[in-house]
């Protein structure tokens, strides 16, 4: 039997395929700490493969920058984990998968890694379409699974809000 937070995470995945494939659209990603959860997740369901075409987990600066394209001066400037970063990442992403939406996450989950100014739980989700880009910052507390979970969720969660308001126009 489904647990809750299960069965809204379903019902969530359902509403996106909907949409997506509503309109024949498809969606690519580029995840750092999350590791591969993200397209894990998006998998989950039966039939993500007519819109999900499928991601990249460009853990290091070395495949950021070599596989997904984000400049060494980027990451030099603002570092791995950065909304620069997580910009550069998605339209990374749209570039290399010709997708009709990209998404993006980095951050550090820790339990290490954290400083002052990025502190453990820092992730940066970006999102975008061939014509707009949003990036936000969010600082999640807790576990480095729950971390990672919890940027997940919020991609998403993201990525519904961004489809319902496009089709809503």
Do not use: W
């Not at 937070?5 to 949409?19: C, V």
Request: glycine share 10%.
């Amino acid at each position: 039997m489904a647990t809750k937070s299960t069965s809204h995470k379903f019902s969530l995945l359902h509403q996106i395929a909907k949409m997506l494939n509503k309109k024949n659209q498809t969606l690519g990603v580029c995840e750092s700490c999350t590791g591969g959860m993200l397209g894990s997740i998006i998998t989950a369901i039966p039939g993500s493969s007519k819109y999900f075409l499928g991601g990249i987990i460009a853990y290091s600066n070395k495949v950021k920058q070599k596989i997904v394209g984000i400049k060494e001066e980027t990451v030099k400037q603002y570092g791995a984990v950065s909304a620069e970063t997580a910009y550069e990442m998605v339209k990374g992403i749209i570039r290399k998968f010709k997708s009709d939406f990209g998404m993006a996450i980095t951050g550090i989950a820790g339990p290490s890694g954290g400083t002052k100014k990025k502190p453990v739980g820092l992730v940066f989700i970006a999102l975008a379409d061939k014509k707009r880009t949003i990036v936000l910052r969010y600082l999640f507390k807790g576990s480095r699974e729950a971390i990672r979970k919890k940027a997940c969720r919020k991609a998403l969660l993201l990525l519904n809000y961004f489809l319902y308001k496009k089709e809503s126009r």
